[in-house]
């Protein structure tokens, strides 16, 4: 038996609204200690990597390690049933059939629903993402990369990164003009929610998909800040904190250049 209680539906809301246009049917892997996602998208260019700790619900009990494979559009469709501040229990028996139970509380009019959404048969294709020392570690408000990204996807299908020990550059450029983009590392700011931090270990210069990062910015909604961790011809990591108690991790790797690869 499987059942985990949220004590409002609005997390699970934003999770699914910020996944389900990259990954159309999700393997949910669930043990005690949590309840995870990996899944690639359907051009195998970027990864999505979720976790919810066990400290994120109310209640959570899981007799064995099972995975439950779901349609996030399903998903994403009974959830949609619920109040932002419903109760929200996911419940799944295996003597039952092959569906998983939402069940949404409304506390304030004594309601509840339970919508259930057939499971389905994923070939859980869990990639091991090895431990990686990154040559730049940026934290910063996630807002702000989320209109950084949309205003570079005005000029530009490509998103460069530059970052040295002085700051971390975002630019991009088409045949309409270009925008560059500068933050220095403001550690010492009054709001800390408001700072931009900066680890430096080597230099890079990479470009990747603007198309993919404004997907990813759809998270932003779970966090008020974004880590970014980059190296030079390796996969960027996005990562946005659950209230310390998980995250939602976006892995993208680099744009090669064609022009480059002709030469």
Same mark, same amino acid.
């Given at each position: 038996m499987?059942?985990?209680?949220?004590?409002?539906?609005?997390?699970?809301?934003?999770?699914?609204?910020?996944?389900? !246009?990259?990954? #159309?049917?999700?393997?949910?892997?669930?043990?005690?200690?949590?309840?995870?996602?990996?899944?690639?998208?359907?051009?195998?260019?970027?990864?999505v990597s979720l976790k919810l700790e066990v400290g994120l619900f109310d209640t959570y009990r899981c007799d064995r390690t099972i995975n439950l494979g779901i349609s996030l559009k399903n998903m994403s469709n009974a959830l949609k049933c619920a109040n932002n501040d419903d109760g929200c229990m996911i419940k799944y028996e295996e003597n039952e059939g092959d569906s998983i139970t939402f069940t949404f509380t409304d506390t304030k009019r004594d309601k509840t629903q339970d919508v259930t959404v057939k499971m389905m048969d994923i070939d859980g294709e869990h990639l091991g993402i090895p431990d990686q020392?990154?040559?730049?570690?940026?934290?910063?408000?996630?807002?702000?990369?989320?209109? #950084?990204?949309?205003?570079?996807?005005?000029?530009?299908?490509?998103?460069?990164? #530059?970052? #040295?020990?002085?700051?971390?550059?975002?630019?991009?450029?088409?045949?309409?003009?270009?925008?560059?983009?500068?933050?220095?590392?403001?550690?010492?700011? !009054? !709001?800390?929610?408001?700072?931009?931090?900066?680890?430096?270990?080597?230099?890079?210069?990479?470009?990747?998909?603007?198309?993919?990062?404004?997907?990813?910015?759809?998270?932003t909604t779970l966090s008020s800040r974004v880590r970014i961790s980059l190296s030079n011809d390796v996969p960027i990591v996005i990562e946005y904190p659950i209230e310390e108690a998980g995250y939602l991790r976006f892995y993208l790797a680099p744009k090669i250049d064609d022009e480059d690869n002709m030469e």
């Open positions: 499987f059942e985990a209680k949220l004590e409002n539906a609005a997390l699970l809301k934003k999770i699914v609204e910020s996944i389900k !246009d990259l990954v #159309t049917d999700a393997p949910f892997d669930c043990s005690e200690n949590a309840m995870c996602l990996q899944a690639m998208d359907s051009s195998h260019v970027a990864l020392d990154y040559a730049i570690v940026c934290e910063m408000p996630a807002a702000e990369f989320q209109k #950084t990204c949309k205003d570079l996807a005005m000029f530009s299908d490509s998103l460069n990164i #530059t970052a #040295t020990k002085s700051g971390i550059v975002f630019s991009g450029k088409g045949d309409s003009g270009g925008i560059n983009v500068t933050y220095a590392p403001n550690s010492n700011a !009054d !709001d800390e929610k408001e700072s931009v931090s900066l680890e430096v270990n080597e230099p890079v210069n990479v470009n990747f998909s603007i198309k993919y990062m404004n997907s990813f910015t759809k998270a």
